[in-house]
Structure formats: structure tokens, C-alpha cells
């Protein structure tokens, strides 16, 4: 049997940890640059705010306290997300981390799986109050629906078991098509024509007709719906690449506001890269103007340049994106975009270079003891000269403090 543990109205939740006071209220947490809403609390989808919705549509009811509103907080939700994974890898070892609120994990050689799953439930939201569902059956696919079943529905007690031939005709009989994991908007409209409208009716489709319209990972959703298994547990993978991006909220028109920029960017794939014990051979840098502003000059490009070795030394990596930078700028442009990503990532020992003319060991060492600089006093303890600050460049009115990643915003307990 697989799980799959969904984290409720993730974001929503993680800023009512910290806030209780808006438990039961409606909240939404916009996304980069305050522009749309990206989370919704039950109450906010029941006043009919709807994903992606523009935030100046939903201002008045912020404004009229209908309505309570977060800017994106993504070191707040990325902390939570690492903490409720850890918690859920002390009971199942074997975990497939899906998405930042999402895992399936691995139910095998457990004998009541109802009562494991209710227990884990229970015990990811004593600690860290975020609230999660779980949803358990032979595969994947079925696993989500379950655990969609067991959001939607509280008698499940946070619990969803589809564990038999009956509870899968159900539950597929009652979910729409449109809900399937797998399902995307493409071949979504094909199905509608064809008058499919619940996941059952796609069963009832020959095999052949879903190859023919859908070709394999179609197929592969039809039989996991019909019952069978096709999709394993993908225990954690390494890591082909690393992005980090921002859109700003203004236009960035100086090389040297770009540059520092640019350079953040390219320090936060550094840290990653440190945290996982990985080296990075190539990187790339792009920028691009507003496309949604024709009535301004347009302009994107990307560069890219290969390191004779692989690294994770922050100053080579800010070095090779500040020259791919500056090899494709160009003056009279406003920017609104722009990001680094590291590609040919190595795990474990780096293959050194004949010619190589960097003291690695002495590397080894300095980089070792930076990390311990940074763990002690914060990410940003040590940085270089080039960085600048990229969420200067960023509307967040609304953002909550980062209760658990910045000392200067913990929570200050008072007993008289």
C-alpha cells in the first residue's frame, strides 16, 4: 500500500501556526510581488475567491476586513515544509517527496495500515500544527484520490482507505476527471468531448483508445484508476539542477543594480548546493523584460559558461554568473526578470583538473568554515561584495515575519 500525505491549505496554514487569532477566518497569501492569490483558507473558497485570482479584485473585502491577506513568505514555508518531511521520515522511512506539501510514502509490512495512517496524521500536526490528510491505497493514483476524499470529506477523521474492489468503483465513480492526478488540460478537453466526465468513465475506455489519445503516462493513469500498479515510490533522487529567480517590482534598468542582483541569486543556489553536499560545472544566467508590456522596448537572452571543475564555492559560482551577465546586458531595457541556474550538478567526490589552479583542499577548508559561520549566525553572515538585497526589488506588504529562520523575528513569550 501507498500513502500520500497532503498538507491542508499549506501556505494558509503555516501562517495560522504563528497567528492563530485567524483560525476560522478567511485568509489568502498572494503570491511574488503581491500579484494574485495563491492559497486560500475553506472560508476564503467559500466567500468565492478563486486561485489566481488578481489581488485587486479581492483589495475591497482586505480593505472592508472581510478578508486577511499574506504576501508569500517561502523561507517561512519552505522551514515548515522540512520540518513536517522530517517528521513524517521518523515513521516511514521511505518517503517520495512529491512537492513542498506532498509526499507519498511507503505503507509496506504494515498490517493496519487505517490506524498507522490516522496515528501519522495525528502526530505531523501536534508537531508543527499543520494539519495534513492522508489518503492510502495500492497506487499512486488512487492514493491521491484518496487523500482528496479525505480533505474534502471530515468524517474520515483526516483518513482516506481505498482498500478493496468496492471502495476503488466508488470512489472513482464519484471523482471528477478534471481532479484525476495525471489528468492535464489538454487531454482534459479531448475527454470532455468524448463525454467523460468522472474517472470511471475513463475506465470504461479500451486500452488501446488511451494509448491512441493519451499515449503511455495516459495509460499508466487508466490502469493505476482500474486497480493496478505502475508508478514505484522514487526515493529521493539527485538533483539535476538548481534555479533561483525573481521577478522585481520594478524595472531594473543600471548593470550595476542587475549585477548584485544576479549575484544573490547565484549565492542562493551556493547554499543549497553546500546543504547537499553537491558541486555545480555549469551555469547560467537569464534576464528578460515585462512581456506583458508591449507598449515597452523587449528584450530576453540567457547565457551559459562551464567550469573546468565542479563547485560549490560561492565566489567561483557568483563570478561565472556576473560574466555571463554582463555578456548578454543591454542598455535602454528595463528588467523584470532574471535568475541563475546550475546544471551538471555532482554528488559526492568532484573530479579534479591536471591543470587546475585552485588550491581544492585549502578550498575545502575555507568553504567548511564559512558554513560554520553561516550556520551559527545566519545565511547572510558572510556574503560577497557584489551581493545586494533582492527582496529590496519586491512588493511584499503583507508578509509575516520568519518566525523559524531569523532570530530577530522568533516570537517574545511575556510572563508577568
Known amino acids: 500500500m501507498i500513502g500520500l500525505i497532503d498538507c491542508n491549505n499549506f501556505f494558509v496554514s503555516c501562517e495560522r501556526v504563528f497567528r492563530p487569532q485567524l483560525i476560522g477566518k478567511p485568509v489568502v497569501v498572494l503570491s511574488n510581488n503581491d500579484g494574485c492569490v495563491i492559497a486560500r483558507s475553506n472560508e476564503a473558497k467559500a466567500l468565492g475567491i478563486a486561485m489566481g485570482v488578481p489581488f485587486f479584485r479581492i483589495k475591497g473585502m482586505v480593505e472592508a476586513g472581510t478578508v486577511t491577506v499574506s504576501s508569500s513568505n517561502m523561507a517561512l514555508y519552505g522551514d515548515m515544509s522540512r520540518r513536517v518531511m522530517s517528521l513524517i521520515r521518523r515513521r516511514a522511512p521511505r518517503i517520495e517527496v512529491y512537492s513542498v506539501d506532498e509526499c507519498f510514502i511507503d505503507l509496506s509490512g504494515i498490517s493496519d495500515v487505517a490506524a498507522f495512517g490516522r496515528e501519522l496524521a495525528a502526530y505531523v500536526t501536534r508537531g508543527t500544527g499543520i494539519p495534513v490528510s492522508l489518503g492510502i491505497a495500492p497506487n499512486k493514483t488512487l492514493a491521491k484520490m484518496a487523500s482528496r476524499f479525505a480533505k474534502r470529506y471530515p468524517g474520515y477523521g483526516g483518513c482516506c482507505l481505498i482498500d478493496s474492489e468496492d471502495k476503488r468503483d466508488r470512489a472513482v465513480r464519484l471523482f471528477d476527471i478534471a481532479d484525476v492526478w495525471g489528468i492535464g488540460r489538454r487531454h482534459l478537453e479531448r475527454l470532455h468531448q468524448s463525454g467523460v466526465r468522472t474517472a470511471y468513465d475513463f475506465t470504461l475506455w479500451r486500452e488501446e483508445r488511451v494509448r491512441r489519445t493519451m499515449a503511455l503516462p495516459g495509460v499508466q493513469t487508466w490502469r493505476e484508476l482500474r486497480g493496478e500498479a505502475c508508478l514505484p515510490l522514487e526515493v529521493r533522487q539527485a538533483r539535476q539542477s538548481l534555479t533561483s529567480s525573481r521577478s522585481f517590482r520594478d524595472p531594473v534598468y543600471d548593470l550595476e543594480t542587475?549585477?548584485?542582483?544576479?549575484?544573490?541569486?547565484?549565492?542562493?543556489?551556493?547554499?543549497?548546493?553546500?546543504?547537499?553536499?553537491?558541486?555545480?560545472?555549469?551555469?547560467?544566467?537569464?534576464?528578460?523584460?515585462?512581456?506583458?508590456?508591449?507598449?515597452?522596448?523587449?528584450?530576453?537572452?540567457?547565457?551559459?559558461?562551464?567550469?573546468?571543475?565542479?563547485?560549490?564555492?560561492?565566489?567561483?559560482?557568483?563570478?561565472?554568473?556576473?560574466?555571463?551577465?554582463?555578456?548578454i546586458f543591454r542598455p535602454g531595457y528595463g528588467y523584470k526578470k532574471a535568475g541563475v541556474t546550475l546544471t551538471d550538478i555532482a554528488s559526492g567526490g568532484v573530479q579534479g583538473q591536471l591543470f587546475d589552479t585552485v588550491d581544492r583542499e585549502k578550498q575545502r577548508r575555507l568553504?567548511?568554515?564559512?558554513?560554520?559561520?553561516?550556520?551559527k549566525n545566519g545565511p547572510g553572515a558572510v556574503r560577497v561584495a557584489l551581493q545586494g538585497d533582492v527582496t529590496q526589488n519586491v512588493r511584499r506588504e503583507h508578509r509575516s515575519p520568519c518566525y523559524t529562520t531569523d532570530l530577530r523575528d522568533i516570537i517574545v513569550v511575556k510572563a508577568d
Open 367 to 375: 568553504l567548511n568554515a564559512l558554513d560554520q559561520i553561516r550556520q
Open 258 to 327: 542587475l549585477r548584485s542582483l544576479v549575484a544573490d541569486f547565484a549565492a542562493s543556489c551556493c547554499r543549497r548546493l553546500r546543504k547537499e553536499q553537491t558541486a555545480a560545472a555549469c551555469v547560467s544566467v537569464h534576464i528578460r523584460t515585462n512581456r506583458f508590456r508591449p507598449d515597452l522596448p523587449q528584450y530576453a537572452n540567457e547565457a551559459s559558461e562551464r567550469l573546468d571543475v565542479a563547485t560549490s564555492d560561492l565566489r567561483e559560482l557568483v563570478a561565472a554568473a556576473d560574466r555571463c551577465l554582463k555578456a
